[in-house]
């Protein structure tokens, strides 16, 4: 598929490229020739929705240019809506029922209305209107009010088809235009339109800010109860259960844990250390002098037990203090009281052979005191340590309760704030956003628009024509006809040997196409292309002599090139035997009417021909009938019949049947040097027809190509025919 051979395609059929676009620009020249000058009006309104000049009033900033695009949207469909349009309509009625000079002329239907009906319908179009109803179409009387609308052309649909509302570019504006062929008609239904919208929107705004505010007042109230009750909820527990504050005490007693334990592995140290300094020193004293020493220190041991005890409380004390370092001082003054004596009693009563021992004796003594004094430390600091725990298994409960309603007042306080500052807000655009929306300006009478009938005519001409292109282009895609020569040789992969132009005459006279000193076009074109075959078919040839011309199908005109292809062999001086090969459909022998029979020489009743007393072309004709040329005689005599003719004809040309006869042409390639097939242009080359194209390929050589038969003109090579 190529450009230019869809060009070809236009170029025939450019007369109706031409006349069927002047039909149409003619037709519609005169449909819009009558059509009314139309007006428009328009108006504006002030959406408030991307103005900033009112945020500091509303507190509300523009949002993204999504939500922006979204709110114009919901607002255009509002203008668009029926609840809107029928108040238009409404009021348009009333305006005609009422008015001496109405927009439109009565319809039909309108004038049938009689006084009482008109009456009535001006009653119900304005009770409709001030109660913002529809009109239902199940009611017969409502039903018959509405076909009054569609009548008068004042229904929703009517209006829509004329009014046209958009958003100004980015701007805060809604621009709302209306059409029509009465400029008073327009600005009415324009400001009417704007003033129904406004109010209609204003309304509804209102309405649910209003519901919006009465219910989170409402909201606000149970929120504040809620709040109120878990506050006191938590207050009446820490009093009833005599709770300042559970971390602070909380931390306080975990500090005064970890000091007594300290403290505690502190004294167990110290127990220790002193019980194994104390075996060490006994370790050093045999039994004898270990029972001795005991029985001189008796007395030391007594005169030290009430100080000890002392020492003892002071330790108690200074535990349950929680360590107060005065307790501290007092325990360690009277610590250095007890060493004092210990040194005081050693002195005075060790006066035996073992005073070389006494510092043993005196550290030993000192040692037991802190022994002692570390045992009654580990118990004291254990038994706190027991009321501490005590202490705190007891704040554990409350704790959990004071944080769950810690936890509830403090979600109630969140739930209670946000609701408040959303009724806040809420109450602020109720009060404010009521004269949001308005109308920039008043819609006056429209202005006439430009016309728009020469556009019409002209692309009324235009679009015919690219219609007329696109058929021709889809017939040109669907095509799959062979037109030209190098189709059908891309189709075959065999080569053309020429083709012949399409003649547009009824009858030829092949006389008068070969001596016609002055032909028209067409035939010199004729002319010169069968010579240009001539020479083709020559050249295969080379030194055969035999030529079959056959075709796919009947009717291609195997006929005509046999006998033009004859002629113009006869014009170089070459003596041409024509035989009529096809039995079934004898074309030469009709149009001949030669008295030499094919079937007399192949059986012998006809005598050899002298090569002296030829004619330019001798023609061969048939005597018809359902017969085949080996039913004439058996191969070896028709071959010798052959070689015969050979030796007295410059060259024989035969017309066989289609290939379609099967045998009946197929008998004929036996005797014949080459083939020649013709083919129609316009025709498709079908399946089984490809068949036979392989047949022909596979004759070892003797098929040489085609010839294509009556292609059109604008199909044909570009050659110069004409010199």
């Known amino acids: 598929m190529e450009l230019g051979d869809f060009f070809k395609v236009l170029s025939r059929h450019k007369l109706t490229l031409i006349i069927v676009p002047i039909i149409t620009i003619i037709i519609t020249y005169f449909l819009v020739r009558n059509q009314a000058d139309t007006y428009t009006s328009q108006t504006q309104i002030a959406t408030g929705l991307v103005d900033r000049s009112q945020v500091a009033l509303n507190g509300n ?41 109405p927009f439109r002329p009565p319809s039909k239907l309108f004038l049938q209305l009689n006084q009482s009906a008109r009456e009535h319908a001006l009653a119900v179009y304005t009770d409709y209107y001030n109660k913002r109803k529809e009109l239902s179409l199940f009611n017969s009387d409502q039903n018959g009010l509405h076909r009054l609308l569609i009548s008068m052309k004042y229904d929703n649909e009517s209006l829509l088809k004329n009014l046209n509302i958009y958003r100004a570019q980015s701007s805060d504006f809604i621009d709302i235009e209306y059409s029509d062929d009465d400029p008073q008609l327009t600005a009415f239904v324009v400001n009417t339109l704007a003033h129904e919208f406004i109010s209609y929107y204003s309304f509804i705004v209102k309405d649910n800010q209003h519901k919006a505010v009465t219910f989170l007042g409402r909201l606000v109230e149970s929120k504040r109860d809620t709040l109120d009750s878990k506050i006191d909820q938590l207050k009446n527990y820490k009093i009833q259960n005599r709770i300042l504050s559970l971390p602070e005490q909380s931390r306080a007693l975990y500090s005064q844990i970890a000091d007594y334990e300290t403290h505690l592995a502190q004294a167990q140290q110290d127990a220790v250390s002193t019980q194994a300094a104390i075996r060490s020193i ?25 100080t000890t005890d002392l020492l003892k409380i002071l330790n108690e004390r200074y535990i349950e203090s929680n360590f107060d370092n005065t307790y501290k001082e007092q325990i360690d003054s009277l610590q250095r009281v007890i060493s004092e004596r210990i040194g005081q009693s050693s002195d005075r009563y060790i006066v035996s052979p073992l005073s070389s021992q ?65 009724y806040n807000q809420t109450s602020l655009d109720a009060s404010y956003s009521g004269d949001q929306l308005k109308q920039l300006d008043t819609a006056m009478p429209g202005i006439i628009s430009p016309s728009k009938k020469m556009l019409l005519v002209i692309l009324s001409g235009i679009i015919s024509f690219i219609a007329c292109v696109i058929i021709f282009f889809i017939l040109y895609f669907i095509d799959d006809t062979i037109k030209t020569p190098e189709e059908l040789a891309n189709k075959t992969k065999v080569p053309v040997l020429g083709y012949l132009n399409l003649l547009n005459t009824t009858t030829i006279d092949l006389r008068q196409v070969w001596s016609d000193p002055h032909p028209n076009q067409e035939t010199y074109q004729f002319r010169n292309l069968l010579q240009s075959v001539r020479f083709e078919v020559d050249t295969e040839l080379g030194p055969n002599k035999v030529l079959l011309i056959n075709s796919l199908s009947n009717g291609e005109g195997k006929t005509f090139l046999a006998t033009n292809l004859a002629y113009a062999y006869s014009l170089v001086n070459k003596k041409v035997l024509l035989i009529d090969g096809n039995f079934h459909h004898p074309g030469i022998t009709k149009s001949v009417k030669s008295k030499l029979y094919i079937e007399d020489y192949f059986k012998g009743t006809l005598p050899d021909f002298n090569e002296y ?12 009938g359902d017969g085949s040329l080996l039913e004439v005689n058996n191969e070896k005599i028709i071959r010798d019949k052959f070689e015969r003719l050979k030796d007295v004809f410059d060259i024989i040309i035969i017309e066989a049947s289609s290939l379609n006869t099967l045998n009946k042409s197929k008998e004929w390639n036996k005797f014949t040097d080459k083939i020649l097939t013709i083919f129609e242009a316009g025709k498709r080359l079908r399946d089984y027809e490809m068949k036979h194209v392989d047949y022909l390929k596979g004759l070892n050589g003797k098929f040489m190509g085609w010839v294509l038969n009556v292609v059109n003109k604008p199909d044909a090579a570009n050659e110069d025919h004409t010199a």
């Open 282 to 306: 006994d370790s050093q004293f045999k039994p004898g002098q270990r029972q001795y020493l005991e029985s001189l220190l008796q007395p030391v041991n007594q005169s030290l037990v009430s």
């Open 613 to 624: 007393n030829l004619s330019k072309i001798t023609v061969f004709s048939n005597k018809g």
């Open 61 to 101: 900033t523009t949002g993204a240019e999504s939500q922006v695009s979204q709110d114009f949207d919901n607002l255009i469909e509002i203008l668009h809506s029926n609840r809107i349009t029928e108040q238009v309509s409404y009021q348009l009625m009333i305006h005609d029922l009422t008015s001496p000079t």
């Open 358 to 422: 006494q510092n043993l004796i005196q550290e030993r003594l000192t040692l037991e005191i802190r022994y002692e004094l570390a045992k009654n430390s580990i118990g004291s600091i254990q038994q706190a340590l027991i009321k501490l725990n005590h202490d705190l298994d007891g704040i554990v409960p409350h704790e959990a309760v004071v944080q769950q309603d810690e936890s509830a007042v403090d979600v109630a306080q969140k739930e209670y704030l946000d609701i408040l500052n959303k």
